[in-house]
């Protein structure tokens, strides 16, 4: 798997912008948080949901939203993005509350959209996205740390080609310098 996570905190050491990713059989799950706030108390949120998801990757995305929503209610809360890529299937599906963003660069750039809310403060609407998610697409999550119009168009080859490399490229070029940021960048590699 091909996957990569790039952060940086605010406040150091508490990084209130985490990421993960999980994988059962032909599904995988790719998770992008961002705790309210900055330090310890958006840290211990968005490390609570990203428990909370890979204890449940496994479920279908508008329970994984729900039930993290009713977890969180004892947090300041978290804005989260999650995909999940079906390598069967070769689709990618995305759904996020607040404002974490996912770009996906195959034939074309699809700029996938979240709603508004909080997760573990409530939210209204969930909107899932599909789109064909085939060998060499790369889906690339981030946070609000991050400048909203992500745009890698003048990037060499090598570079896109190294996930690692991009997603830290990412963080140094177009992190925000008031806010933590985070990245996660995975290639479909089937």
């Known amino acids: 798997m091909q996957i990569a996570i790039a952060k940086r905190a605010l406040e150091e050491p508490h990084c209130g912008d985490q990421a993960g990713c999980w994988q059962s059989g032909s599904r995988i799950v790719l998770c992008i948080i961002d705790g309210l706030g900055h330090g310890k108390g958006a840290e211990q949120a968005a490390k609570a949901a990203l428990g909370f998801v890979g204890r449940h990757h496994y479920e279908p995305l508008?329970?994984?939203?729900?039930c993290c929503d009713e977890a969180l209610r004892g947090t300041r809360g978290v804005t989260m993005g999650i995909a999940i890529v079906d390598l069967e299937g070769a689709t990618l599906t995305y759904a996020g509350i607040g404002n974490t963003r996912a770009v996906i660069l195959g034939r074309e750039t699809v700029r996938m959209t979240s709603r508004y809310g909080i997760v573990g403060g409530g939210y209204r609407i969930l909107a899932p996205e599909?789109?064909?998610f085939v060998a060499g697409d790369l889906?690339?999550?981030?946070t609000d740390g991050i400048q909203e119009v992500l745009d890698i168009s003048h990037y060499d080859d090598a570079l896109r080609a190294d996930v690692g490399r991009l997603a830290e490229t990412i963080?140094?070029?177009w992190r925000r310098e008031t806010d933590d940021a985070a990245v996660l960048v995975y290639r479909n590699g089937r």
């Open 62 to 66: 508008p329970e994984i939203f729900a």
């Open 139 to 142: 889906a690339i999550l981030y």
């Open 171 to 173: 963080l140094q070029d």
């Open 130 to 132: 599909t789109v064909t």
